[in-house]
């Protein structure tokens, strides 16, 4: 390790990413050092130690530095099957090394008869991803190919995609409950309360319930720190004596607020974008606003935005 110390120092490279290879080192270091029950400072890198190798991880984590991406997510690894031959003999895939590096990381072998993830590959791996599982939906920029020497039944490539994701999906609580004895007044009030306490939606919907009795759907989304908060709102302001729950996943446009000069001083306008969508739309407040001192119609006075 100390030997790969002076190597990593001597580069013409910014420090920032030395860091990152030192890391990376390290964690093939611990592996080995595993595997073979030696202290660290004994440990022989052998594949990983040569220049090329070398070569890979501090090119991959200068790369890293310029790219900057905010989350790294990678897929499960497909680590192969059978045996490799290296320095040690023959041994299983994945490699010792490599099966300690991706402790904690999902991984898989399959039909396919070679190693197909090095001690370098996952270290690599371990170390700049922010999550490992199933592609986030997500805009694509950019998307880059490493190819492989070996010929395998499918294609022997690593691929990386650049580009916004949204994966800022929401797991949230719905929590639900029928009511046929309430006034209008009182469920809006209490509807009106809730979405001031911290509800994301609080709606209703006319249901027809037992004893073919008129009744209203009451509906109450809201994230699961506000999950029991909302639970005693709702028993506290309705006359249900029963709650629903269900689990979700909410997804949205990333949105944002901004102010437009206009003859009538400056409106507020809503960007919505995501998805490959974009919209914006003006405030309502601001556009009744204007509409009641001009005295003319929301679509007038949007038309006069426009």
């Not at 090329?52 to 690894?77: G, R, T």
């Amino acid at each position: 390790m100390e030997d790969i110390r002076g190597i990593i120092a001597s580069l013409k490279l910014p420090e920032e990413s030395k860091v990152h290879i030192l890391a990376v080192y390290s964690l093939i270091a611990l592996a080995e050092s595993s595997a073979h029950g030696r202290p660290v400072s004994e440990i022989h890198f052998h594949e990983v130690g040569t220049m090329d190798a070398i070569a890979d991880i501090a090119a991959v984590c200068l790369l890293m530095q310029k790219l900057a991406p905010e989350k790294v997510l990678v897929s499960p690894v497909h680590v192969g099957s059978g045996k490799v031959r290296c320095a040690h003999g023959i041994l299983p895939v994945p490699a010792p090394a490599t099966a300690h590096i991706l402790q904690g990381v999902p991984i898989y072998g399959g039909s396919i008869q070679g190693e197909l993830c090095t001690p370098t590959g996952a270290a690599l791996l371990k170390h700049f991803a922010t999550a490992f599982g199933d592609m986030p939906p997500m805009v694509v920029e950019k998307t880059g190919y490493g190819m492989g020497k070996k010929d395998f039944p499918v294609a022997n490539c690593v691929r990386a995609m650049l580009g916004d994701s949204f994966d800022d999906t929401q797991q949230v609580v719905e929590l639900s409950c029928n009511m046929d004895d309430m006034t209008a007044e009182r469920i809006a009030f209490a509807t009106e309360l809730l979405m001031a306490k911290g509800a994301l939606e609080a709606f209703t919907v006319p249901v027809g319930m037992k004893k073919s009795r008129p009744g209203m759907l009451l509906t109450v989304v809201c994230t699961e720190a506000k999950r029991d908060e909302m639970v005693r709102l709702i028993f506290k302001h309705t006359t249900t004596i029963g709650v629903r729950e269900n689990i979700s996943r909410r997804f949205t446009l990333k949105r944002r607020m901004y102010e437009k000069e206009s003859e009538f001083g400056p409106v507020r306008v809503k960007h919505s974008e995501g998805y490959g969508v974009v919209r914006e739309k003006f405030e309502y407040e601001d556009l009744a606003a204007i509409a009641r001192v001009r005295d003319l119609s929301i679509e007038d006075v949007v038309k006069l935005l426009s």
